[in-house]
T-cell receptor, first 113, second 113 residues
Framework: NAGVTQTPKFQVLKTGQSMTLQCAQDMNHNSMYWYRQDPGMGLRLIYYSASEGTTDKGEVPNGYNVSRLNKREFSLRLESAAPSQTSVYFC????????????FGDGTRLSIL | DQQVKQNSPSLSVQEGRISILNCDYTNSMFDYFLWYKKYPAEGPTFLISISSIKDKNEDGRFTVFLNKSAKHLSLHIVPSQPGDSAVYFCAAFPLNRDDKIIFGKGTRLHILP
């Protein structure tokens, strides 16, 4: 029972390179989220998807795009990576019902040189 | 401006004693509050939550207290165990708007033998 799976776990990019972070969940949840966590900071929402086919911007969407491919998968793309995007990225999934907690993947540690 | 504040970056507690982690919030629209626990190299995991209609919620060794007038909540862990050593995040969102969830910066709890 994997829950939320993120790939890759680690990645190093050069400035200007592009990259897609993958996230898949097997819990049949409708809502999915992408967060970034920086040292000394809480989790900040990049984008979320309330259901298949819909996406919305969160607190820090600049420099990112997302795609909700189907109910299971929600990918995050960096078109032209910048050093400021060095971070740990977490994907989460949640049931649609109100006041339900999010279930997180184990993160992707991304370094931009 | 931080809407969810965890003012103690770290806390050390003797094994067997009570651990108290604090969280303050500024947004009076916040209606639901959660605590997540995070181990290194893993994603956050949901621990316990409380709705604004309650002032206490208990789950085993974990109790969350909410003081709405003071805009303050706390997590009590009794008794503290070595496996409780982790980073704890407080989070909050307005009624039915979990897309607006805001996380605190976290408190690192060290349980001393």
């Amino acid at each position: 029972n994997a829950g939320v799976t993120q790939t890759p776990k680690f990645q190093v990019l050069k400035t200007g390179q592009s990259m897609t972070l993958q996230c898949a969940q097997d819990m049949n949840h409708n809502s999915m989220y992408w967060y970034r966590q920086d040292p000394g900071m809480g989790l900040r929402l990049i984008y979320y998807s309330a259901s298949e086919g819909t996406t919305d911007k969160g607190e820090v969407p600049n420099g990112y795009n997302v795609s909700r491919l189907n109910k299971r998968e929600f990918s995050l793309r960096l078109e032209s990576a910048a050093p400021s995007q060095t971070s740990v990225y977490f994907c989460a999934a949640k049931r649609t019902a109100i006041n339900q907690p999010q279930h997180f993947g184990d993160g992707t540690r991304l370094s931009i040189l | 401006d931080q809407q969810v504040k965890q003012n103690s970056p770290s806390l050390s507690v003797q094994e067997g004693r009570i651990s108290i982690l604090n969280c303050d919030y500024t947004n009076s629209m916040f209606d639901y509050f959660l605590w997540y626990k995070k181990y290194p190299a893993e994603g956050p995991t949901f621990l316990i939550s409380i709705s604004s209609i309650k002032d206490k919620n208990e789950d085993g060794r974990f109790t969350v207290f909410l003081n709405k007038s003071a805009k303050h909540l706390s997590l009590h862990i009794v008794p503290s165990q070595p496996g409780d050593s982790a980073v704890y995040f407080c989070a909050a969102f307005p009624l039915n708007r979990d897309d607006k969830i805001i996380f605190g910066k976290g408190t690192r709890l060290h349980i001393l033998p």
